[in-house]
């Protein structure tokens, strides 16, 4: 549960990173002696914790529905393969071992975004 919990925090911190731009354009020139106003930085635009994991989310369905849904199901309801809904499962287990019929052929992104979209399951 603790590594699910700090993949997680990681993959959000590394997204939201990944959506902040900190070109030079974003920045407002250094104040003269005649400008009394300090200077300030506004990014054009800054992806929110939130939005990435939304994103990740949605990656993660896109994931499931073409690798995990023949076996578990719509939304992780069951089937040939177990239940989902409600589980924590360690990224290192589904590298390893899913999807049963091609193990370690999902990348750590494709697995960190399945970890995000099994996660938020109810």
Same mark, same amino acid.
């Given at each position: 549960?603790? %590594?699910?919990?700090?993949?997680?925090?990681?993959l959000?911190?590394?997204?939201?990173?990944?959506?902040?731009?900190?070109t030079?354009?974003?920045?407002?020139?250094?104040?003269?002696?005649?400008s009394?106003?300090?200077?300030?930085?506004?990014?054009?635009s800054?992806?929110?914790?939130?939005?990435?994991v939304?994103?990740?989310? =949605?990656?993660?369905?896109n994931? %499931? =529905?073409?690798?995990?849904?023949?076996?578990?199901?719509?939304?992780?309801?069951?089937?040939?393969?177990?239940?989902?809904?409600?589980?924590?499962?360690?990224?290192?287990?589904?590298?390893s071992?899913?999807?049963?019929?091609?193990?370690?052929?999902?990348?750590? =992104?494709?697995?960190? =975004?399945?970890?995000? %979209?099994?996660?938020?399951?109810?």
């Amino acid at each position: 549960m603790v %590594y699910l919990f700090m993949s997680f925090i990681a993959l959000s911190l590394v997204l939201f990173g990944c959506g902040t731009n900190t070109t030079q354009s974003n920045v407002k020139s250094q104040p003269t002696a005649s400008s009394p106003s300090p200077t300030t930085f506004v990014p054009e635009s800054a992806a929110s914790p939130q939005t990435s994991v939304e994103l990740a989310v =949605d990656r993660g369905l896109n994931i %499931y =529905d073409t690798q995990c849904k023949v076996c578990h199901e719509i939304n992780g309801s069951g089937g040939k393969g177990p239940r989902l809904i409600g589980k924590i499962l360690s990224a290192s287990f589904i590298q390893s071992n899913m999807p049963r019929n091609k193990p370690n052929s999902l990348s750590s =992104d494709q697995v960190s =975004d399945l970890v995000v %979209y099994i996660t938020s399951l109810k």
